[in-house]
């Protein structure tokens, strides 16, 4: 385990006794006027810039072409708010993954994936589009998937892969209609339940008994071994676990119980942040809240309250063990089915979670546990087995990289960029910096606006009010590489003022790269208020 990892489970606190311890459309010519002058140039370096002309997804012809003239199925599996720790094989403390694990041993572990927006849908969105928030315009958890804008599934249906979405969608709230893309389609409204959701089995809609997890997993197994008529496939296994409320299978929901929980130990380190990581401490994503439900009595920052808190995090932890027994019974199905190895399997997240880091719960913000996601790629005819890759990945980089495997057209003007590179080992050429984009919502007061840049060593976030005046929280810098955990927020140093301006001038440089100047929609932010969202939207 590398040194960046040991501190992260340190402050997790599990090594600690426990005690206080409007939707906006892709229209063609902004777009396209923005890429071709600033987002080749803006995302990546310059090397590898010759190459992304070119088209994506063909950018590095470097290593062996194994893909070339095979079309591999492919199967993704996304889960719901699972931390990139969560897993064994990422270090866990105490969770055993072997399933998981097992796809990260026979191929590549991303060790540093991000999603360019932690937040549900405006994250599924840039996975299937390759897309910023600002430029597909999910920008919430209430708005859908634009019909008219390209995708990888779509982009694989055209080039003749049979399509199925098979579990939770999560975009547009009230519509479980099939979308664009898909030749076969098991989605439901809204959030699911974790027992006996309401699926609508391409038009039939009718009430499934049982866990969802495995719900999911057996009509994705009946969907695998199904004719395909000779065509390769694209599976995607949309899974609800670990979002909340987080209910473990019976089998599992005592697993913990002697597990030794207690808040992280930057839960107690807030001087030098903004006030407003403070004031969300007794919200509804902050430690002393109702913590979705496992306290009744909030705010609570006494001693005693860490129970609730340690049962929160139990209780999220079992329902991974359900994924990972999924993940054991869908690669045993491309086992028997005899295309394992022609099987591209991605395991990925789609966004983190904090567990008790900066005293927050929840997501939206930019530091490391929000914005960090697991990603797996098992694929043996392009990634060697016990691969670990460190390059900065982003959500926006797997529909190019999918659609250059599958050899399919590659999607126009993306941000994203093809790691098939990385899979084939040349890391020569990648990026090194990001930008990453959160906007206040009011529905869920607790995030102010996020605009932040994350380089190989610094992480710089300032909080817009969205008037376009001065901001009104204080910025955060941080260096990574001393201080992984962002314990020590660096920007009242004047010994940093110079790293400040510099990165304050390559986040400007990318907010325009990638149409951050387009999103003039930025909410006014309305303060971290402590009144509890409405219920059908928890
Ligand atoms: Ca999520």
Redesign the pocket.
Known sequence: MDQQLARHRQDRGFARSGRMGSQRRLRGPSLANFARRNLHAAIIGTALLSGLMMGRGQAVAAGPTAVQGDRPNIVFILT??QRWDEMSCAGHPYLKTPNIDRLADEGARFANAFVTTSL?SP?RASFLSGLYANTHGVVNNFTDYPRDLASFPRRLQESGYDTAYIGKWHMGEDDDSKRPGFNYWITHRGQGDYFDTKFNVNGQRRVVRGYYTHVVTRFANQWLQSDHHGRPFLLILGHKAP?TPYTPEPKYAHLYDDINIGYPQSAFQLSGKPKWIEDRLDTWHGIYGPIYGFRKDFPDRSAAGVVNFANFVRAYTATINSVDDSVGSVYQTLQKLGVLDNTVIVFAG??GMFLGEHGMTDKRAMHEPSIRIPLIVRYPKLVKPHSVIQQQVLNIDLAPSLVEVAHAKPLEHIHGCSFVPLMRGDSSTWRTTWYYEYNYEKQFPYTPNVRGVRTDRWKYMRYPHGDGGPDRHKAELYDLNADPGELHNLIDDPKYATKVRELSAELDRLIAATGGLSWKKMPIDEGIKQALPDEKIR
Do not use: A, K, L, Q
């Open positions: 719901d708010d549900c994250s979002h789609d966004n």
